[in-house]
DNA sequence: ACCACCATGTTTACAATGAAAACTTTACTC
DNA sequence: GAGTAAAGTTTTCATTGTAAACATGGTGGT
């Protein structure tokens, strides 16, 4: 058994392929607990390891819970990137993007604020994950690009359009994960679910209204 | 010195007043080391007190830093409503009033985070917390309706309006916040400051576009 | 086949934290 | 002036992140 390939596949090696698991263990740790009380103690204990074995593939609590919002971001990316090749080319084209993004934060809250929220420290310190942020902007600014090529939009400097688009997908994303996101009286939606969709994409419509360009 | 609000003007009491100046620290300590990283017995030391004083003003640490939270959305009120009142009635109106509160966030970065941030626990367990945050919205509204009634936008759906408005200009926020505003090459800006406000209120624009009714 | 090495885990140890429990002090009330 | 309840203290405990020193076992060079 040379082959480290098969190594890691079996559960051979000293004593498994940690690093893996840990990833593994700590998302699920994290959809229960959210991401300020994962303990590195908990996950090795739930691992059945020594509490200090985590410290062999991870400097820290910090870079653990980085490599877990890289992970994050590539999927996030991912799933909207599907969103762009599946669209039409009109402007409901932009609210299914925007849906797909929110969809995603919605059904993995703890990991969306892992990602963006602050509790990971100087995460720009982790190129990993630098290069996730990149990629996913990489990926609006194309879609922007091309909308700007065709005259579709009221203002062609991509930085603005770009980055108010995301404000506003992620700014619906964090309020409603956060449950802050409100009736017109105030007080919070109950239970109605099936709403959520209209109700947002009638929100993400407001910016969509605010960006293409209305032929005469 | 029978009189309590005397008493608390002044130093005496037992030891001081104690419960606003644990506030006061804390407040202090949340600028210089975020929210994740307060400590009761940091504050405690530093105030000049046993480290178990803070539990007979605050069940626990969750309940100081929504009294925290609770503060900053009442500051957060106050500014943006001046914003409100000053404002001519025009589009610039709600760029002026988005621009005051995406302030606000900019000059308080962590007491923002913790205001909205995943940090405080079952946030709607406090009472003083949801009021703050229902007086807020009440005042998001008020102005929609306005809106409304004179017929300036485009969709007369108050809620929907206010969400939106709100997403974005909190998305703005907590993108900035956390550096994730981005040059068109998805590079990060340097530290030109001063184009800060013309890039944000573009931003702002593209939304206020798609909200004003446009007369033909 | 041997041996030295390095990656991976373990044991032990320490300091910081949130919080409970029991005790003490002080100001105000009757 | 005694008693009571609020405000503060001391002591204690479990949990956590992490450093340091030690153990082990698979691998590669000779």
Known sequence: MTNSALAEATQSYHHGNLRRELLKQALEHLKQVGPDKISLRALARDIGVSQTAPYRHFPDKNALLAALAAHGHRQLT?????AVDAAEDDAQKFIDIGLAYIDFARAN???YKLMFGPVLESPMEFPELVEAGQRAFAMILTVIQEGINRKHFVQDDARILANGAWSMVHGIASLWIDGMYRCADGTFPSDETHL???VIANSLKLLVNGIL???E
Not at 78 to 82: F, G, M, N, P, R
């Open 109 to 111: 809250p703890e990991l």
């Open 78 to 82: 991912e799933v909207t990137q599907a």
């Open 213 to 215: 360009y209305k032929g």
């Open 196 to 198: 959520d969709e209209t």
